[in-house]
């Protein structure tokens, strides 16, 4: 029987497991990429495994995350990376170079490889036929130290995408109405493969749209097929040789089928606060807009600002709506410059940001109170954006710029003529002298830690009997931002736990953290789907710092399952699904931990009550578990 394009890459990269749907796989890493957010922990914990060179064909350190540089603190971490990836044998990218993702894909991204990266935006470079993936920073430091990564073998799904867009419809549109299709909770366990006579109409930049936020799915990755276009775009990159046809055989069986007809598509929009709360922008026609931001590691290619940059030629924003805009790398800003571009952005009154995240993390550009802004980004979780009651809307670039000078949405149906598709430039100007390679002379580099960067902390085993109460009871959908906020004050704290714990669901609860300090240790019960969003491993991390055992819940996502995993907390799941009404903040739960197995079934006692709970553990998850996480449990394998 044929195989997929998961499957041709899973089964070459494949060093433990067999290949059957939902069982775990360990797989050879080629690949690894960390952001500074993510990064500095990710580093630690590699230092603490003594590991003189990384281990993979490539890895690299981006800072892209937390540019700002007001007092010490990220400027301290920028450095310790710096030199840590000197010493280790790691690729660095410094401040302002641009978005890990973007950058990744123009400059290193490879079909047919595994990537894993402490983002979970990684599988952006799936558009360039990649298995790239988003994992915590621990799982990262363990590839680079040459461990497999470890996931449950994905489910399949065929995209099949028919016909070609037309209008002011755009790849964005694509992933938007997918997601409208399957939402948020409908790619846990599955690979997105797109596949169908659509896929040829799509550049690598535009497949890259719709795999950066294929992460919005839930799923484990999205990938295309790696075809004349995927050449052409290397090529353009001056890395032909690192080209290789990557297609799925003819007789290839899929787990599921979503037909996508991109000739019926229109510009869509997802709605606060969720990314698959999609309608069409038409149907919004009237809502003030109070501002605009372009870019993000969805949508600053080359293409997508020029697009912007012509739909702004001889345009004046309206008084009182801001529209920013973040290329995606500093070659994407050369190419806008060298054709002349920058001045339309100018002209038009928009304001030019640095090659970073920047808004769509919170640093800077922030709405209005209660302001509407029609962002490009690939999230738009409440308070994201740095303001609590702000309305982000996610929309394409041509979109967001469209609006942003009506100043109000408007029927697509009016727009006029939409600027002719960008053609992506047959040779594109490198900016690969701007990365700092690993010198030969590594034994001589000195790791400078400047006061920012705290050693880790270690964890104590897994207790037999954990006796507790919930000091913690939340909704469904919790996010990892509701766990740890973003914004510029608190990622800053990434390399330093004691400090950021002080934040663990702060937005949320501002008594958690007194509670947890004055009890020493708890539980959390939340809803469906908790901990889904960023990879952060934070939100993780911070509760084990303040001594949470285990989070019960109805459903859990799958990067923060893995992370809790990492540090030792016991995710579990509720086997009646009920029992989360009986349950409240308070409640008293004692669990034999003797008792539980891989994927069984264990009774909790629940204020004198039987209540049940079951888990999706491996027998290697749950012994990482016991060891007090994955730190602990390597440092007795090795
Ligand atoms: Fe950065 Fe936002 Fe992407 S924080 S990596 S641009 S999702």
């Given at each position: 029987?044929?195989?997929?394009?998961?499957?041709?890459?899973?089964?070459?990269?494949?060093?433990?497991?067999?290949?059957?749907?939902?069982?775990?796989?360990?797989?050879?890493?080629?690949?690894?990429?960390?952001?500074?957010?993510?990064?500095?922990?990710?580093?630690?914990?590699?230092?603490?495994?003594?590991?003189?060179?990384?281990?993979?064909?490539?890895?690299?350190?981006?800072?892209?995350?937390?540019?700002?540089?007001?007092?010490?603190?990220?400027?301290?971490?920028?450095?310790?990376?710096?030199?840590?990836?000197?010493?280790?044998?790691?690729?660095?990218?410094?401040?302002?170079?641009?978005?890990?993702?973007?950058?990744?894909?123009?400059?290193?991204?490879?079909?047919?490889?595994?990537?894993?990266?402490?983002?979970?935006?990684?599988?952006?470079?799936?558009?360039?036929?990649?298995?790239?993936?988003?994992?915590?920073?621990?799982?990262?430091?363990?590839?680079?130290?040459?461990?497999?990564?470890?996931?449950?073998?994905?489910?399949?799904?065929?995209?099949?995408?028919?016909?070609?867009?037309?209008?002011?419809?755009?790849?964005?549109?694509?992933?938007?109405?997918?997601?409208?299709?399957?939402?948020?909770?409908?790619?846990?366990?599955?690979?997105?493969?797109?596949?169908?006579?659509?896929?040829?109409?799509?550049?690598?930049?535009?497949?890259?749209?719709?795999?950066?936020?294929?992460?919005?799915?839930?799923?484990?990755?999205?990938?295309?097929?790696?075809?004349?276009?995927?050449?052409?775009?290397?090529?353009?990159?001056?890395?032909?040789?690192?080209?290789?046809?990557?297609?799925?055989?003819?007789?290839?069986?899929?787990?599921?089928?979503?037909?996508?007809?991109?000739?019926?598509?229109?510009?869509?929009?997802?709605?606060?606060?969720?990314?698959?709360?999609?309608?069409?922008?038409?149907?919004?026609?009237?809502?003030?807009?109070?501002?605009?931001?372009?870019?993000?590691?969805?949508?600053?290619?080359?293409?997508?600002?020029?697009?912007?940059?012509?739909?702004?030629?001889?345009?004046?924003?309206?008084?009182?709506?801001?529209?920013?805009?973040?290329?995606?790398?500093?070659?994407?800003?050369?190419?806008?410059?060298?054709?002349?571009?920058?001045?339309?952005?100018?002209?038009?009154?928009?304001r030019l940001l640095e090659c970073t995240c920047g808004p769509c993390i919170g640093m800077g550009g922030s709405p209005t109170s209660a302001g509407v802004s029609v962002r490009t980004f690939n999230r738009n979780f409440e308070g994201r954006s740095g303001t609590q009651d702000a309305q982000v809307y996610l929309a394409s670039p041509q979109t967001a710029a469209k609006l942003a000078l009506a100043g109000e949405f408007t029927d697509p149906a009016t727009w006029g003529t939409p600027p002719a598709k960008i053609d992506f430039p047959e040779e594109v100007p490198s900016i690969r002298h701007l990365f700092i390679f690993p010198p030969e002379n590594r034994a001589e580099v000195e790791i400078v830690r400047g006061p920012n960067i705290v050693p880790l902390e270690t964890f104590s085993a897994l207790p037999d009997q954990i006796s507790s109460e919930i000091r913690l009871k939340v909704e469904d959908d919790i996010t990892t931002d509701h766990i740890l906020p973003a914004g510029a004050q608190i990622t800053a704290l990434r390399s330093n736990i004691p400090a950021i714990s002080e934040y663990i669901f702060s937005r949320v609860d501002e008594g958690f953290v007194g509670r947890m300090k004055a009890a020493d240790n708890g539980i959390i019960l939340g809803g469906e789907n908790y901990g889904q969003g960023s990879s952060r491993e934070h939100a993780a991390l911070g509760p084990r710092h303040l001594g949470v055992v285990a989070v019960i819940t109805k459903s859990l996502a799958r990067i923060h399952r893995a992370n809790l995993v990492n540090f030792g907390i016991l995710p579990l799941v509720l086997s009646e699904k009920s029992d989360y009404d009986k349950l409240s903040e308070g409640s008293k739960l004692t669990i034999d931990t003797t008792t539980i197995t891989p994927g069984g079934e264990t009774v909790v006692m629940a204020d004198g009550a039987e209540i049940k709970v079951k888990n999706d553990l491996s027998t290697k998850e749950l012994e990482i578990i016991k060891a007090g996480g994955l730190l602990n449990y390597v440092g007795k394998q090795l």
């Open positions: 029987m044929g195989l997929n394009i998961t499957e041709k890459i899973i089964s070459a990269h494949l060093l433990n497991g067999e290949m059957e749907p939902g069982t775990e796989v360990g797989l050879r890493i080629d690949q690894t990429l960390t952001q500074d957010a993510t990064g500095t922990m990710a580093y630690l914990q590699f230092e603490a495994m003594g590991i003189d060179k990384v281990q993979t064909e490539l890895s690299v350190s981006y800072v892209d995350h937390n540019t700002l540089q007001m007092g010490f603190r990220n400027p301290d971490d920028h450095q310790y990376l710096r030199t840590v990836a000197a010493k280790h044998g790691v690729v660095f990218s410094p401040a302002g170079t641009g978005i890990c993702h973007q950058l990744h894909l123009e400059n290193f991204a490879k079909p047919g490889k595994t990537l894993i990266g402490s983002d979970s935006h990684t599988p952006t470079a799936g558009g360039l036929g990649m298995l790239a993936m988003g994992a915590g920073g621990l799982s990262v430091a363990l590839a680079m130290a040459g461990q497999p990564y470890s996931i449950p073998m994905p489910k399949v799904v065929k995209v099949e995408l028919s016909g070609k867009l037309t209008g002011w419809a755009s790849a964005k549109d694509i992933i938007l109405k997918l997601l409208e299709l399957k939402t948020v909770k409908g790619g846990v366990g599955k690979v997105f493969e797109f596949a169908g006579e659509g896929v040829k109409t799509l550049s690598v930049p535009e497949r890259a749209v719709i795999t950066n936020m294929g992460a919005e799915l839930g799923a484990t990755t999205s990938i295309f097929p790696s075809d004349e276009n995927t050449k052409a775009f290397l090529k353009a990159m001056g890395r032909e040789e690192d080209w290789s046809e990557l297609i799925a055989d003819a007789d290839a069986t899929y787990a599921e089928v979503v037909e996508i007809n991109l000739s019926e598509l229109e510009p869509l929009v997802a709605q606060p606060h969720m990314p698959d709360r999609v309608v069409t922008v038409k149907s919004l026609a009237g809502l003030k807009v109070n501002q605009s931001a372009i870019g993000s590691c969805t949508n600053s290619s080359y293409s997508d600002l020029k697009t912007t940059a012509l739909i702004l030629q001889d345009q004046q924003l309206p008084e009182g709506v801001d529209l920013m805009i973040s290329p995606g790398s500093k070659q994407v800003l050369k190419m806008l410059a060298s054709d002349g571009l920058i001045a339309n952005f100018i002209d038009s009154g928009a």
